[in-house]
C-alpha cells in the first residue's frame, strides 16, 4: 500500500490570510499598531513559535515576565484563529479530486507544524478531513519537522511497513523535503506552494500542480 505524509499549509491549502489577520487580532487586543497582511504572510510557514517571536516581537520587548507574555500571545492567537478557522483559506487547484483518488488505494496523513485541533478543524472545514487517515501537529509530539518523528509515530500506528509498502513526503518546504528523507519517504516537493526553492536537499520528484501526484501514483 501507498502512504502519502502531506504537509498542509503550502501544500494542501492555503491559509495565510486567516493566520495573518488573526495576528492583527491579537495584536489590536494586546493595544499594539496593526501590521500590513502581506509582511505578516512572510511569516506564517516557518511554525507557530516563529510566527509569535517575529509578529509581536515590540511586545515582547516591552514585557518584563517573557513567558507569561509569550503563554499571553500563544493563548489569545489559537483562540482567535480556532474561532476563524477558515474565513478566506481555500485548498489548491484539484486537491480535493487528487485526495479522492488517492484515498482509494493509499492512506493520507497530515504532517504540519499548525497544532493538531487547528489542522483538524481546517480540514473538517475545507471538505476534505474524509480523505485523511491520520493528523500529526506541531504539538502533537516532542519534535516536528524537519525532524522526522511525527511520520515515524504515524507511519507505526497506522502499521505502515517498509517491506511491505511505500512512503512518499508531499511538501513545500525544506524541512518536508528533510523530514521525508530522514524518514525513508520518496519526497514529492510542490513548486505552486509558499515557498519557491526547495532548499540545499533535493527531492525525489517536483510537481507544478496537485493533479500530478496522480501521474506518480501510478508509475
Not at 489590536?28 to 517575529?54: A, C, F, P, Q, T
Not at 516536528?144 to 511491505?164: C, D, V
Not at 518546504?173 to 532548499?199: E, L, M, P, V
Request: charge should be negative; proline fraction near 3%.
Amino acid at each position: 500500500m501507498n502512504y502519502y505524509f502531506f504537509d498542509l499549509d503550502g501544500t494542501l491549502e492555503d491559509s495565510r490570510e486567516d493566520m495573518s489577520r488573526s495576528v492583527n487580532a491579537v495584536r489590536e487586543i494586546l493595544g499594539l499598531n496593526l501590521r500590513e497582511i502581506d509582511d505578516i504572510k512572510k511569516h506564517v510557514n516557518r511554525g507557530m513559535h516563529d510566527l509569535y517571536l517575529s509578529c509581536f516581537d515590540d511586545y515582547f520587548s516591552t514585557c518584563s515576565q517573557y513567558e507569561i507574555a509569550y503563554e499571553k500571545v500563544k493563548t489569545e492567537y489559537e483562540k482567535h484563529y480556532l474561532e476563524n478557522i477558515c474565513i478566506s483559506s481555500f485548498c489548491y487547484e484539484n486537491i480535493k479530486i487528487v485526495l479522492e483518488e488517492l484515498a482509494k488505494k493509499s492512506k493520507i496523513i497530515v504532517i504540519t507544524n499548525k497544532p493538531e485541533k487547528h489542522s483538524r478543524a481546517l480540514l473538517v472545514s475545507l471538505g476534505i478531513n474524509q480523505y485523511i487517515t491520520d493528523v500529526m501537529g506541531g504539538d502533537s509530539c516532542a519534535e516536528m519537522k524537519p525532524s522526522p518523528l511525527p511520520l515515524q509515530i504515524s507511519a507505526k500506528r497506522n502499521n505502515f511497513s517498509f517491506e511491505n509498502d511505500k512512503a512518499y513526503m508531499v511538501g513545500d518546504s525544506a524541512g518536508d523535503i528533510q523530514a521525508g528523507k530522514a524518514f525513508g519517504a520518496k519526497t514529492i516537493w510542490c513548486s505552486f506552494g509558499y515557498n519557491t526553492s526547495y532548499g540545499s536537499i533535493i527531492p525525489d520528484y517536483t510537481i507544478n500542480s496537485p493533479h500530478e501526484l496522480l501521474t506518480l501514483a501510478m508509475e
